[in-house]
């Protein structure tokens, strides 16, 4: 298996992780310049189900951070939570622990 280095830790990325498994991976959304709080935070809520105020915890992580894990659940679970989030212009990756 192939691993990242993401500046402070080893990470194994998502093309990595057994497809049919129910591996543990958290899916990770990184900071940009052109997505608003309100979207991201409407897009939290939508697509993960997260509440107002833990969505706005969230946004507030990733802008001053750099990035946040929004979710953590089995790989099968969080492919399509990553889709919906790159097709509103999130960054967002899924790492596997």
């Given at each position: 298996?192939?691993?990242?280095?993401?500046?402070?830790?080893?990470?194994?990325?998502?093309?990595d992780i057994d497809v049919g498994s129910g591996e543990p991976a958290d899916l990770i959304v990184y900071n940009d310049d052109h997505?608003?709080?309100?979207?991201?935070?409407?897009?939290?809520?939508?697509?993960?189900?997260?509440?107002?105020?833990?969505?706005?915890?969230?946004?507030?992580?990733?802008?001053?951070?750099?990035?946040?894990?929004?979710?953590?659940?089995?790989?099968?679970?969080?492919?399509?939570?990553?889709?919906?989030?790159?097709?509103?212009?999130?960054?967002?990756?899924?790492?596997?622990?």
């Amino acid at each position: 298996m192939l691993y990242a280095h993401d500046g402070q830790e080893d990470v194994l990325l998502e093309e990595d992780i057994d497809v049919g498994s129910g591996e543990p991976a958290d899916l990770i959304v990184y900071n940009d310049d052109h997505n608003t709080f309100d979207w991201v935070m409407k897009s939290f809520e939508e697509i993960l189900g997260h509440s107002s105020a833990q969505s706005e915890q969230l946004a507030l992580l990733i802008h001053f951070k750099g990035k946040a894990t929004v979710k953590s659940a089995a790989l099968a679970e969080l492919r399509p939570k990553r889709e919906a989030l790159v097709d509103r212009g999130l960054s967002a990756v899924i790492e596997g622990r």
